[in-house]
T-cell receptor, first 111, second 112 residues
């Protein structure tokens, strides 16, 4: 079936460190790919998305590129801030397939 | 624009009591709707999804049920809550292709 495999955390970084959270997806069909962020006590909100191969989504300094050849959508940020501390979810969505999420990665950024 | 409303925000219920969480959406018709549970420190567990009125698919056998009495209403229920039902419940509206999903603000359920 369709699935999303996400790097499990927790991830702890110092402020201004480089962040990578890996995400791979099953290659059924032509899904759209998303990263969502969940701040403490809140629901999920969209961080960025990419709808076709080689697209790059970006927002708030975060980036992810839709790589069809490696079926990946890794999240990166060059310099994290304390305010980036949250749980990050990778997701795929497409056609008649269910919306599928990775297990989430908790990021803690220390000052 | 599409919006999703979920309530209540927090709920404390005794073991054995019933549960009803409601989710309603606006700005769209015939949406795919989802219920997820997020236990403390864990990822999202898909509980139910619905592609239309009266159409419910269950992902995990459990003490919960879901119903979709109207196109824009999705209800999560239980006849008798267990301690293990505690968690953060999220309703989600699947966007059209190439658009993001929308989430309710969640319900923090504590079963005591």
């Amino acid at each position: 079936g369709n699935s999303v495999t996400q790097m499990e955390g927790p991830v702890t970084l110092s402020e201004e460190a480089f962040l990578t959270i890996n995400c791979t997806y099953t290659a059924t069909g032509y899904p759209s790919l998303f990263w969502y962020v969940q701040y403490p006590g809140e629901g999920l909100q969209l961080l960025l998305k990419a709808t076709k191969a080689d697209d790059k989504g970006s927002n708030k300094g975060f980036e992810a590129t839709y790589r069809k050849e490696t079926t990946s959508f890794h999240l990166e940020k060059g310099s994290v801030q304390v305010s980036d501390s949250a749980v990050y979810f990778c997701a795929r969505q497409g056609g008649s397939e269910k919306l599928v999420f990775g297990k989430g990665t908790k990021l803690t950024v220390n000052p | 624009s599409q919006t999703i409303h979920q309530w209540p925000a927090t709920l404390v219920q005794p073991v054995g009591s019933p549960l009803s969480l409601e989710c309603t959406v606006e700005g769209t018709s015939n949406p795919n709707l989802y219920w997820y549970r997020q236990a403390a420190g864990r990822g999202l567990q898909l509980l139910f999804y619905s592609v239309g009125i009266g159409q419910i698919s269950s992902e995990v056998p459990q003490n919960l049920s879901a119903s979709r009495p109207q196109d824009r209403q999705f209800i999560l229920s239980s006849k008798k809550l267990l301690l293990s039902d505690s968690g953060f419940y999220l309703c989600a509206l699947e966007g059209a292709r190439d658009t993001e999903a929308f989430f309710g603000q969640g319900t923090r359920l504590t079963v005591v």
